[in-house]
């Protein structure tokens, strides 16, 4: 069993600094007392909101801080850049036509963090 996620959940990014809080909006879905999210809420900055600070030298940012700094790390603001849905999500439960995201589910930011779910907001909804 997984829990379901909603509204309040906690994130974490390998390569950020700070966990973030994810905002889950209530379009398009099933009646409840909170917003759950599906494997579509991923967008940054509407979902997925900013970890801190970002240690990827992936990210430009870091990347051109770090080179300035004479090659020592330089972390730089997290803006994350998300291209793909949430994996695997639940693939008996479906909110809104699309699949329920559980606490088990993974989202990959192109800087190369991989962002997971920390608390999943609710502890009483249990996806099978």
Request: glycine share 8%.
């Amino acid at each position: 069993m997984s829990f379901a996620v909603c509204a309040g959940a906690m994130c974490a990014c390998t390569f950020g600094m700070a966990p973030s809080a994810m905002m889950v909006t209530p379009e398009g879905k099933v009646m409840s007392s909170m917003p759950l999210a599906t494997i579509m809420d991923q967008v940054p900055l509407k979902n997925i909101m900013p970890f801190g600070m970002c240690m990827s030298l992936a990210n430009p940012q870091v990347a051109a801080a770090t080179a300035a700094a004479l090659g020592v790390l330089t972390p730089m603001p997290c803006i994350p850049v998300i291209s793909a849905p949430w994996a695997p999500g639940s693939p008996t439960v479906l909110i809104g036509g699309k699949p329920a995201l559980n606490q088990t589910s993974k989202c990959i930011c192109s800087w190369g963090g991989v962002i997971s779910i920390t608390n999943p907001g609710v502890m009483n909804i249990q996806i099978p």
